[in-house]
T-cell receptor
Framework: GIQVEQSPPDLILQEGANSTLRCNFSDSVNNLQWFHQNPWGQLINLFY???GTKQNGRLSATTVATERYSLLYISSSQTTDSGVYFC???????????FGSGTRLLVRP | GAVVSQHPSRVICKSGTSVKIECRSL??????MFWYRQFPKQSLMLMAT?????????EQGVEKDKFLINHASLTLSTLTVTSAHPEDSSFYIC??????????????FGSGTRLTVV
C-alpha cells in the first residue's frame, strides 16, 4: 500500500518562529489534506490540496504532485498552534484517507 | 459548515462487555463513513469503511466480529466493540464524507471516543 511519511516527527518552536513540515508519499494520489489534531483529539481540516499552493492566514501549503511531496508552512507561530499535524492521502475512488505518521509541534511562549 | 457528532466522548467499561459508539452527520448526508483508531502518540489507523445500507469493508487485520459496524441511515453509523479487553483501549474517531465533496475534500471528523477497558 501507499506509504506516507512526515518529517520532522517532533518540533519545538519559540513563539513567533516559522516552520516547515513535510509530507512524502510513495504513489500518485487523488487527494491530499493537512489536519491539525488539538490536545483534546479533535481533527481540524486545514487544507485540501492535491496540487498547487494555498494560503489561509498564517498557514500555507504547497503540494508538488509530480514529485510526491507536500509542505505545510506555519509563520509567526503561536502557542495555540501546538498539537499534531497530519497529512492524509487517498489514491483511488474508495475515498479512504491514509494518514501519515504526524509531526508533533510544541510552541513555547 | 459540516458537523459530525460522536458519542460518547469517553467511556470506561469492564472487560468482557460491549460498547457502542455513535457517529452522526448533523447537516449533511454521508453515504460513506470511516472508523479509525489511534493509540497514544501514534497516527490514525483506518479500521473500516462504512457504507449506508451495505456491509462494512474492513481493513486487513481488523476483526469484523469484534468491531461491528452498522450504517443504517445516511446520517448514522455505529461501531460496537464486542467483548472488550484492555488491549482494545484506544481513541476511536469517525469520519463522514459529504457525498457532495466540497472545497475541503468533504471529510469531517467526529471529536473521538476515548475507550478504557478495565
Amino acid at each position: 500500500g501507499i506509504q506516507v511519511e512526515q518529517s520532522p516527527p517532533d518540533l519545538i518552536l519559540q513563539e513567533g518562529a516559522n516552520s516547515t513540515l513535510r509530507c512524502n508519499f510513495s504513489d500518485s494520489v487523488n487527494n491530499l489534506q493537512w489536519f491539525h489534531q488539538n490536545p483534546w483529539g479533535q481533527l481540524i481540516n486545514l487544507f485540501y490540496i492535491p496540487s498547487g499552493t494555498k494560503q489561509n492566514g498564517r498557514l500555507s501549503a504547497t503540494t508538488v504532485a509530480t514529485e510526491r511531496y507536500s509542505l505545510l508552512y506555519i509563520s509567526s507561530s503561536q502557542t495555540t498552534d501546538s498539537g499534531v499535524y497530519f497529512c492524509a492521502v487517498d489514491m483511488d475512488s474508495s475515498y479512504k484517507l491514509i494518514f501519515g505518521s504526524g509531526t508533533r509541534l510544541l510552541v513555547r511562549p | 459548515g459540516a458537523v459530525v457528532s460522536q458519542h460518547p466522548s469517553r467511556v470506561i467499561c469492564k472487560s468482557g462487555t460491549s460498547v457502542k459508539i455513535e457517529c452522526r452527520s448533523l447537516d449533511f448526508q454521508a453515504t460513506t463513513m470511516f472508523w479509525y483508531r489511534q493509540f497514544p502518540k501514534q497516527s490514525l489507523m483506518l479500521m473500516a469503511t462504512s457504507n449506508e445500507g451495505s456491509k462494512a469493508t474492513y481493513e486487513q487485520g481488523v476483526e469484523k466480529d469484534k468491531f461491528l459496524i452498522n450504517h443504517a441511515s445516511l446520517t448514522l453509523s455505529t461501531l460496537t466493540v464486542t467483548s472488550a479487553h484492555p488491549e482494545d483501549s484506544s481513541f476511536y474517531i469517525c469520519s463522514a464524507r459529504d457525498r457532495g465533496g466540497g472545497a475541503r475534500g468533504g471529510y469531517t471528523f467526529g471529536s473521538g471516543t476515548r475507550l478504557t477497558v478495565v
